[in-house]
């Protein structure tokens, strides 16, 4: 198998290797995840979990290990990676007391016309078999373990397919696995190009479940091509934070400094498009644009550096050009926007067209699109005017608006008092129209990974 160099998005140097599947891979991969699938559906929860919790006191073992893998390949400050690396051992915990909670309910069958008491009905979950979880660069730990512990601990078996540029946190967090008692088959890893190593995995019959994360057009794809199989597509975004004329100004020019930036803004759940009441314009930018420009951006690897890389230099170069764009369009470039390499200084652009692609498009980088609105009702309308319903957040004091706004925004996840970059591990996590079917979040991942039978006993009459 030939062997691919991973290389760091801030300064080209090789932080690692990983082995490149072929067409080949994928099919001895699936042979082997439908034998994995088999014996791990046939063994009982509390050894099932007992694994889990192993892999988990693993990855809490080694997180500073795997912090340094994220920051390496993903190019994200080490402070943003060690956070993430924390909350590894607690997802894999998590998902194991989920994981051997399925349960059933029984029926009243007797309440239906012509039906006694001679029979007993109730349902059952059990797993779906083979599950493919293909996952994107921007939360490499995170957004692998929301998939493949939910999956792993009720009984499937995993092939994953991690993104193309952060194979090495994948690989990693596998190992815990493995290493805690894994049985081989039950979880594997497959690197290389998405557009071959995807279609063949997810066209596959004999695979049962489609966990992605990634773009609203290869979710379309993938949905096209899959075939009948449970499908959960966590897809774009253009996330919108509302302020309105009451709301406080530095609580939610604090928030929005940090929910804009995170990451470099290379999240599903950034605050993208910020609707501010035309009455506090004004002043929410006097108060918004010192705190974005302390924001501190550099080498991932300083203590100092608060924001790191994009992906890659190519994925800069389309950021830049897009605020190049809106600027051209009649937007004002309040601060930032200067690109150094894969690295963007935090930009506020305002005076934002909100039909424009620079707010309808979702941006995945460092800034953010300002529009006003006249009251809470263009506010509401300019939230829901992309074709996307991720996230949202809505900053005001009067619990009437927060109310209303919770009812009439068309979003998955809707935070009152604080953006939409802010999530549990716990809670679910899906969003509305363009942007994806499916939850995830532990619990209702544990729903996804199973399927729900009815089993109706048959008495005779006494």
Known sequence: MNMEDIKSPFDGAVVGEAPVATLADVDAAISKAVSGADLWRHTPAHIRSAILLKAAALADERSEEIAQIISGENGKSLIEARGEASRSGEIIRLAAFEGSQLYGSTLPLDANKGTGLEKLGFTMRQPVGVVVAISPFNYPALLVLHKIAPALAVGNSVVLKPARTTPLTAIALAKCFTDAG???????????????????????????????????????????????????????????????????????????????????????????RVIVDEKIMANFLDALKPKVEA????????????????????????????????????????????????????????????????????????????????????????????????????????????I???????????????????????????????????????????????EEKTIILHGRSW
């Open 295 to 402: 924001i501190k951006v550099g080498n991932p690897k300083s203590d100092e550096t608060k924001v790191g890389t994009l992906i890659n230099e190519s994925e800069a170069i389309r950021v830049e050009n897009s605020i190049k764009q809106a600027v051209s369009d009649g937007a004002t470039l309040l601060t930032g926007g200067a690109r150094d390499k894969t690295i963007i200084k935090p930009a506020i652009v305002c005076g934002v067209d909100p039909k424009s692609a620079f707010a309808q498009d979702e941006l995945f980088g460092p800034a953010i699109a300002v529009s006003s609105a006249n009251g809470i009702k263009e506010a509401i309308g300019l939230a829901n005017s992309t074709i996307y319903g991720l996230g949202a957040g809505v900053f005001t004091k009067n619990v009437d608006l927060a």
């Open 182 to 272: 894994l049985p081989e088959g039950v979880l594997q890893v497959l690197h290389g190009p998405g557009s071959e190593l995807g279609d063949a995995l997810v066209k596959d019959s004999r695979v049962r479940k489609i966990s992605f994360t990634g773009s609203t057009a290869t979710g379309t794809h993938i949905s096209s091509v899959a075939g009948v199989k449970k499908l959960s597509l966590e897809l774009g975004s253009s996330c919108p934070v509302v302020v309105l004329d009451d709301a406080d100004i530095e609580y939610a020019t604090d928030a929005i400094a940090l929910g804009g930036y995170i990451n470099a803004g290379q999240v599903c759940i950034s605050v993208q």
């Open 404 to 450: 209303q706004s919770a009812r009439e925004i068309d979003a998955g996840i809707v935070h009152i008092n604080w953006t939409p970059l802010w999530r549990a591990d716990l809670m679910p996590y899906g969003g509305l129209k363009s942007s994806g079917v499916g939850k995830e979040g532990v619990r209702s991942t544990v729903n996804e990974m199973t």
